[in-house]
């Protein structure tokens, strides 16, 4: 079935890195992605891996994907107060047109001066 | 470039009226999807469209939604009658359908109230 689980929530202090954490269960997941969502705005993509690479950099992004247990994870580095926000993983399964995605529920963020 | 763009931004509205949300899709994209965002079920797929085509309607909570697509720069969702369970952000995206790795790109929301 198509589940995907996030912490809800996470607290790190500027400067420091953060990692959100994320399990999905499509074995057969062909893209997954990392969508970041400020208040009252919509959901803005941050970053995407496709499902034969384990990692992904850019910037400050760093995505980490172990597909053998099914986690995948973003790393923030240099957490800034701008950082603050939901993010949400999404699965994207393979196959046919199939063009839908799984999301989490979202972890807050919340960044500490 | 213009994103996708919803309208109202908000709304608030008695339970019973009809409620239509509308959703310009980014021109070029063949996929538009409407999604709902709560604090208890967190983001949901109600239903989305392939060239203005309903090809997955299994998420619509009840036969008081209904979704159109007229022509591709046009969508609209609508409640009726509302009832304050509907209360929710709903959410517009569009997508290309060409390169499998095509984001969904989300407009800024419709924010709903049923009193």
């Known amino acids: 079935g198509e589940d995907v689980e996030q912490s809800l929530f996470l607290s790190v202090r500027e400067g420091d890195s953060s990692v959100i954490n994320c399990t999905y269960t499509d074995s057969s997941s062909t893209y997954l992605y990392w969508y970041k969502q400020e208040p009252g705005a919509g959901l803005q993509l941050l970053t995407y891996i496709f499902s034969n690479m384990d990692m992904k950099q850019d910037q400050r992004l760093t995505v980490l994907l172990n597909k053998k247990d099914h986690q995948l994870s973003l790393r923030i580095a240099d957490t800034q107060t701008g950082d603050s926000a939901i993010y949400f993983c999404?699965?994207?399964?393979?196959?046919?047109?199939?063009?839908?995605?799984?999301f989490g529920k979202g972890t807050l963020l919340t960044v500490n001066p | 470039d213009a994103g996708v763009i919803q309208s109202p931004r908000h709304e608030v509205t008695e339970m019973g009226q009809e409620v239509t949300l509308r959703c310009k899709p980014i021109?070029?994209?063949?996929?538009l999807f409407w999604y709902r965002q709560t604090m208890m079920r967190g983001l949901e797929l109600l239903i989305y469209f392939n060239n203005n085509v309903p090809i997955d309607d299994s998420g619509m909570p009840e036969d008081r939604f209904s979704a159109k697509m007229p022509n591709a720069s046009f969508s609209t969702l609508k409640i009726q009658p509302s009832e304050p369970r509907d209360s929710a952000v709903y959410f517009c995206a569009s997508s290309l359908r060409r390169g499998s790795n095509q984001p969904q790109h989300f407009g800024d929301g419709t924010r709903l109230s049923i009193l």
């Open positions: 021109s070029g994209h063949d996929y």
């Open positions: 999404a699965e994207r399964m393979s196959g046919g047109s199939n063009y839908k995605l799984t």
